[in-house]
Nanobody
């Protein structure tokens, strides 16, 4: 089993920044992908960013490109989401997720392919 614990959420004014952290513990895998997703009230969960643990390739939703940066710390089993220039529409619960079946030759996983999820952390951006 894998446990994912997010932290770093909070209330910030528009234009501000936050850095989310996700600590992974438990079973380790040779190759996997990790992602950040978010879900606003009344909306479906949506992809924000992903990173391949081996190699560090990244992928971003259009809404995140140029403002958010996903990164990892292999030694600490941590993944981060640096969010800059935040907008009120970024308000959501942000979830960290891990795809334990990911193969390097595959494209970035889709939401349903992630098999481990954290409990989420609330991000609120005020206007």
């Amino acid at each position: 089993q894998v446990q994912l614990v997010e932290s770093g959420g909070g209330l910030v004014q528009a234009g501000g920044s936050l850095r989310l952290s996700c600590a992974a513990s438990g079973r380790t895998f040779g190759s996997y992908a990790m992602g950040w997703f978010r879900q606003a009230p009344g909306k479906e969960r949506e992809f924000v960013a992903a990173i391949i643990w081996r190699g560090g390739s990244t992928n971003y939703a259009d809404s995140a490109k140029g403002r958010f940066t996903i990164s990892r710390d292999n030694a600490k089993n941590m993944v981060y989401l640096q969010m800059n220039s935040l907008k009120p529409e970024d308000t959501a619960v942000y979830y960290c997720a891990l795809d334990s079946s990911f193969l390097p030759e595959n494209p970035f996983p889709l939401l349903y392919e992630y098999d481990y999820w954290g409990q989420g952390t609330q991000v609120t951006v005020s206007s």
